[in-house]
């Protein structure tokens, strides 16, 4: 039975409100994970604690432990005309775009929600914020 600091070996298949899958880990490769060093999210690994070598339970996690609530502020429209020719981008298109934080240049990713031939509206949250998440947990090993 899994207790706090076991390591555990896991496969699991996440999916969204409507069905749709996220995710899936298979048991050919399979997640291990150490119970109580934060590696999953607080909800789940209460849910493990006390499940046993090939059980099986279903876990609903809020945003707030997944991916984070939406952030309307992260919708941003783009008007540089050099990049909308260079990269012609479409909504669904996920682009790699800079930005800075901390004094420091990243590359993140941006979803395109519409385009025009003057600018872009992008999407800098997560794909899966706001989002409500289950995971079907299968526990295949315990050490």
Do not use: C, W
């Not at 952030?71 to 008007?79: A, D, H, P, R, Y």
């Not at 020719?85 to 790699?96: E, H, I, N, Q, T």
């Amino acid at each position: 039975m899994i207790q706090q600091n076991d390591t555990v070996t896991l496969s699991f298949t996440g999916t969204l409100d409507n069905g749709e899958v996220f995710t899936v880990v298979s048991p050919d490769e399979p997640l291990t994970v150490r119970i109580g060093n934060l590696e999953l999210p607080p909800s789940v690994e209460q849910t493990l604690i006390g499940m046993n070598i090939g059980e099986t339970r279903k876990i609903r996690i809020p945003p707030d432990e997944g991916f984070g609530p939406r952030q309307k502020e992260l919708v941003q429209v783009i008007t540089n005309r050099e990049m909308i020719d260079k990269l012609k981008p479409r909504p669904g298109m996920v682009l790699s775009l800079k930005t800075e934080k901390d004094g420091r240049e990243l590359m993140v990713p941006a979803t395109v929600l519409r385009a025009t031939d003057t600018e872009v509206e992008v999407d800098y949250n997560h794909p899966l914020a706001g989002h409500h998440l289950t995971y079907t947990v299968t526990v295949i090993n315990i050490e």
